[in-house]
């Protein structure tokens, strides 16, 4: 495992390593490690995953419940793969790398999050010979024991730019992943009058809509990352879609957010 904020780690099959803001140590017990990451903020998780290196393979399990985004490179079977990472769910590392994303995991010296990288590296050689094996006297000792905080409110559940974002995602929460499934605004418009009855608060004009969208690009990304502030630099993209992908990956918005705003407008619908 390898991080800038950590020296790198080593493991050897049947060796389990804990992650996170400040996990448990536990007793001293041979192949068994606890690695605190620095720099994490109050509200990232004591204990963010687990790897095991079985027999079969390398498991990542997730036990934080800030979302992150495992990606694997280069020597992927088919290919790469991105799954989104939450609470309880375990996955197979692939051979070669692997890059876990945890947005918005790394304090920034009073501003915005930024996200924390951790990289590792799968590879059937018994030991990989860039990586430095840590005895359990060598690893970072833990701070004392301090509850999680609360997140902080990044989206006004039920606001105007809750509603945009949910709007925005829409065709990714519904299991589409293609740049060309963006909502116009007047799409967007669309989808907010009919889930809140014909009030769609100033949303026609399409000035408000991209005010809005810009709002949560910020919240997603932070400053330093804003697509649109990349756009200042000449390196615009799709920042409308890369808003959208990263608005759900984050789970700032969620599919069950949809269900639940979709039941409310049948309901005020057969209530006419």
């Known amino acids: 495992m390898r991080s800038p904020e950590l ?3 080593a493991l050897s099959a049947e060796e389990r390593l804990v992650f996170g803001r400040a996990p448990h140590r536990g007793g001293r017990r ?25 027999p079969a393979g390398v498991r990542l399990t997730w036990r934080g419940t800030n979302e992150a985004m495992l990606s694997s490179l280069f020597d992927a079977p088919g290919g790469a793969r991105r799954v989104t990472l939450v609470d309880g769910m375990s996955v197979v590392l692939d051979e070669g790398k692997n890059e876990l994303v945890v947005f918005a995991g790394l304090e920034a010296g009073g501003g915005p999050p930024k996200d924390l990288t951790l990289t590792f590296v799968v590879s059937g050689a018994e030991r990989t010979r860039e ?3 840590l005895s ?3 690893l970072p000792v833990p701070e004392a024991a301090v509850a999680t905080a609360e997140a ?19 065709p990714l929460l519904a299991g589409t992943d293609d740049e060309q499934s963006v909502p116009t605004h007047q799409e967007i418009h669309r989808r907010i009058d ?6 769609a608060w100033n949303l026609a004009d399409p000035r408000r809509v991209d005010e809005a969208i810009k709002k949560i690009s910020r919240i997603a990304f932070g ?26 990956q984050r789970r700032l918005v969620t599919a069950e957010d949809l269900d639940e705003v979709e039941r409310a407008a049948r309901r005020r619908a057969d209530g006419r």
Do not use: M
């Not at 041979?30 to 903020?41: D, F, N």
């Not at 902080?152 to 829409?170: H, I």
């Not at 990349?230 to 920042?239: E, K, M, S, T």
């Open 7 to 9: 020296h790198p780690i």
């Open 30 to 54: 041979p192949g068994r490690y606890a690695v605190a990451v620095p720099g994490c903020g109050p509200y990232v998780s004591r204990v963010l995953g687990d790897v095991l290196v079985e």
């Open 131 to 133: 990586l430095t094996e």
């Open 136 to 138: 359990g006297s060598d």
């Open 152 to 170: 902080p409110e990044v989206l006004g559940r039920y606001s105007k730019v809750w509603y945009v974002a949910l709007a925005l995602t829409e």
């Open 194 to 199: 009919h889930w809140r009855g014909g009030d």
């Open 223 to 248: 400053e330093s990352l804003d697509p649109y502030g990349a756009a200042r630099d000449g390196r615009l993209f799709n920042a409308r879609f890369a808003v959208a992908k990263r608005t759900a």
